[in-house]
């Protein structure tokens, strides 16, 4: 089976399909253009007072692809489509057509698909949230982040870690800790307060990872060529999918083409891929897009030390769009994987025999567009994880289940001269564990639960009088795992001012549930009660002909945050001693205080990317002990660039560059001649900077319809020995702390290809 994907992707795949001609638009008034476009599935909302019944299109598009044939028959009539609330495009006014004003910070775009020999253009955008007055199409930027298309993500990938999450680990605020794991942190936050949303489905569970380590690598379920769109928001912003304290990740599966059928098969460093897709029926009212990965080399591709543990890895996608009327369409999405233990691992607190991860998403969404500007989806998902783990032979084994069955509903509807945005979610949770605990005592980690969530929100948007955007709105929601409720408020407000400047504040809080094993585990608590964060973002932007520019200065205020059981060595009174266990228990209040810098190019064809500086400092405080230290993904310093040149010949190369301070080592410990002890003060001993430097290349080919695309990385181009955290343990009669650093990947080149087939 490991062999399948790499035949497969080898192999020429040959296919029919019904041709059907381009509809005509020419002498069409451009309110029956626009809704002819709606049944192809792009989201349209447009009003009455922007596109009026005399408007006519007076010439046929060139354009082949819907998105960009929308495009044409708006701008002649100055128009254009804006990237509004929950991934729709909103028809406005186009200043830069109505009176030559500076050009302003645009929102994403979601583009065609595109062969690998099409760079992106325009694909990075400052912000994510755009607000839209239905009287001049005016948009601002509101709130703290970054959004990328889909050619941007899979341009920026790396093609031998194949990980969808590989562009976004170099985004502005982004701190990729790990090279083996495809979490990160945002300012501060730990893995488990950064929020992921696919296709509408708020889920961390699409991981391939090793179950019962702290310290396993990890890889993304998914591959960047199957994305559509990425957008990165922290700070305050609205919360409309999860209860998460942090940041929130926000991605959609790219749709199949409703023009042609493609096949594509990419073999790169560590697996091999086969995506097809192409029109569905006769009339091509729909699209299918499906596809499948295996790994023939183990991920890490290196293991470096004693506690790296190795996996296989294989996961597939499915997505299948239908237009059941004019007004009416249907989406289906199915995302899932598997991996196993490769190699027999041997890290110094127990070894693995074998283990399992299983996880799956399968959602069935219904979108329909009724009159008077209002659009009603509906969203029916199933999320489930299965991870099971056996140690060294003779050993109790550890098995983990998570299931989340879920319904929600959202409408959207233009009033006031805005957007109203409004929705509910109800979902069914239940969770299993069965696992032994390996420390001072042993103790079995058993229990079955059962629990539910409620959430409503609302949010409005609108530009005011002044060249002033204006957005508001909450999020109230209950777990039955906990009885307690939370009402996560938001509010952001964006001034363009003269000489393209744009000043904009936002401010806002966030709430998140304790997990189940922070309940209902062996060292648990029933009385625990929701996180809370208050976050403010201050920000000023730029812009010049080809350059844009923003400085955001933010702070997030922390309450009630979990803190784990003491399970370290620490020194009391200069005596080694272990505390005694103590279960989860809301002892935690801290803050993140930093400053943004972002500097990325506009609307340029040859160059797309960005280069950013992020100061955080990040304390937190024990209110039970009074000890105050700096939070565990603490890093002071981070400079993130990435981007990439298009050459002539359908030649494209790439720099990532990333380097920060290091990470605070978590726990109790001081160095002494470069020998790591137990100390007396908790994250005083850092990691050392880290740095690297990835060179990218890749060069396509074509032959009548089809391409042909060769790339090849070089990865930690100065080979430098960076540091990540790991799994340890401590000598109870002399105090060294062995095994708390493990190291990074090395310099590695890696080469690939990918065959694109079109029919």
Known sequence: ????????????????????????????????????????GLPIIFSSEIVTADMRVTSEPRATNTRDILNELLAAHGLKAEAGPG???????????????P????????DEPVTPSRAPTDGATFTDRVIVHAADGQVEPAASGMALDGRTLRAMSNPAQSDGLDAVRAMPGVAADDDFRADFSVRGSPYRQIGIVVDGVATRWLQHTVYGRKDASSLSMFGSGILDRGTLQSGAFPRLYDETLGAQLDLSIKEGSRDTTHFAGLAGGTSAAFLADGPLGSNRRGSWTAGVRNSYRSWPPETRSPQD????????????????????????????????????????????????????????????????????????????????????????GSRLMNRAIGYRADAMRGVLGGVLDAGAELSALSAVRDRALVGRTALLDAFTATWATHAAFVDFARMLPGRASFEAGARASDSTLVRDRAVSPWIL???????????KASAGSSHQFPDVDAVMGAAGSPSLVPEAATHVDVGI???WARLMWQTTAFTRVERHILRAPADGWRLADGVLVQPPITPFHNALTGSSRGVEIIVTPRETTRLAGWMSYTFA????????????????????????????????????VGLVVRAASGLPIPGYFTATNGTLLVGDRRNTVRLPPYIRLDARMQRTFFASRHAVTLFGELLNVFDADNRGIADGVVDPISGIASGFTRSLSPRRATFGIQLDLSR
């Open 309 to 396: 543990s190795a996996f296989a890895f294989a996961d597939m996608h499915a997505k299948l769009v239908y237009d059941v009327t004019a007004t009416q369409q249907v989406t289906v999405t199915a995302l899932g994987g598997r991996s196993t233990l490769d190699t027999m691992d041997d890290p110094f607190d127990g070894a693995f025999g074998a283990g399992t991860d299983r996880a799956a998403l399968v959602t069935a969404g219904w979108q329909s567009t009724l009159p008077a500007r209002t659009v009603l989806r509906q969203r029916l998902f199933y999320v489930g994880q299965q991870l099971a783990s056996t140690p060294a032979p003779h050993e109790v």
């Open 103 to 110: 050009a302003h910070i645009s929102p994403p775009r979601t």
């Open 541 to 543: 932007a730029r812009q």
């Open 493 to 503: 407000t964006s001034v363009r001012l003269a000489r393209g400047w744009t000043v």
């Open 87 to 101: 991934g729709t495009l909103l028809v406005v006014r186009d200043p830069r057509a109505v009176r030559r004003s």
């Open 617 to 652: 400092a990040t304390r937190q405080t024990d209110a039970t002990t009074g000890e105050t230290f700096a939070a565990d993904f603490d890093r002071r310093h981070a400079f993130n660039a990435d981007g990439f040149v298009t050459l002539p010949r359908q030649m494209v």
């Open 1 to 40: 089976m490991r062999h399948v994907a790499w035949i497969l992707a080898l192999v020429v795949c040959w296919t029919s399909a019904a041709a059907a001609g381009p509809h005509a638009f020419r002498g069409q008034r451009l309110d029956d253009a626009l809704r002819l476009l709606q049944r192809t």
